[in-house]
């Protein structure tokens, strides 16, 4: 069974930090190209960061260049977020994907709210 679990979300204050992770299981992790997406209430989803297969390539949306950081273990079959200097309008449900030509999977999704 494919599932996809992210975790580590959660409230934080403006310029604060979180790591998201995203555990992959009943699938060859490796094989992805993986991406981190989020969505705001009344806000279509976004693609926030990608990572290709070896991890070697990344690519962000500008909002978040320099603030965010994705990578991947593929010894782990996890995938992970860090995100720093944390605003307000990075408040939106995450959401990681695994994507290749035979396929896509979502996982279900991490609340990250940044208030004070």
Do not use: F, H
């Given at each position: 069974q494919v599932q996809l679990v992210e975790s580590g979300g959660g409230l934080v204050q403006p310029g604060g930090s979180l790591r998201l992770s995203c555990a992959a299981s009943g699938f060859i992790f490796s094989s992805y190209v993986m991406s981190w997406h989020r969505q705001a209430p009344g806000k279509e989803r976004e693609l926030v960061a990608s990572i290709s297969i070896s991890g070697g390539t990344t690519s962000y949306v500008d909002s978040v260049k320099g603030r965010f950081?994705?990578?991947?273990?593929?010894?782990?079959?996890?995938?992970?977020?860090?995100?720093?200097?944390?605003?307000?309008?990075?408040?939106?449900?995450?959401?990681?994907?695994?994507?290749?030509?035979?396929?896509?999977?979502?996982?279900r999704g991490t609340q990250v709210t940044v208030s004070a």
């Open positions: 950081t994705i990578s991947r273990n593929n010894a782990k079959d996890t995938l992970y977020l860090q995100m720093n200097s944390l605003k307000p309008e990075d408040t939106a449900v995450y959401y990681c994907k695994a994507v290749r030509p035979s396929g896509v999977y979502w996982g």
